[in-house]
């Protein structure tokens, strides 16, 4: 679940996944938090893993992301 700077919001919505008996496991994403989001999911039982910034700016603008998708057939 990525997450950034969700310290009021997070806890619900982790409540719920974490209550699933069909999870196994959550896995939080920290996208480089400045509040105490990471904080607050470790407190309720998720994994948490610190995200890393992207490589490099407009990344997915840059033809980049384009490539995972099928292209369209012309008309």
Do not use: F, H, Q, Y
């Not at 920290?30 to 509040?35: I, K, L, N, Q």
């Amino acid at each position: 679940m990525p997450a950034r700077n969700e310290e009021l919001r997070i806890a619900p919505c982790l409540s719920v996944a974490l209550a699933d008996p069909a999870v196994a496991e959550v896995i939080v994403v920290d996208d480089e938090s400045t509040d105490a989001t990471a904080r607050v999911a470790a407190g309720l039982g998720a994994k948490v893993v610190k995200g890393e910034p992207l490589p490099l700016a407009g990344w997915a603008s840059n033809g980049r992301c384009g490539r995972a998708w099928p292209r369209r057939a012309a008309r």
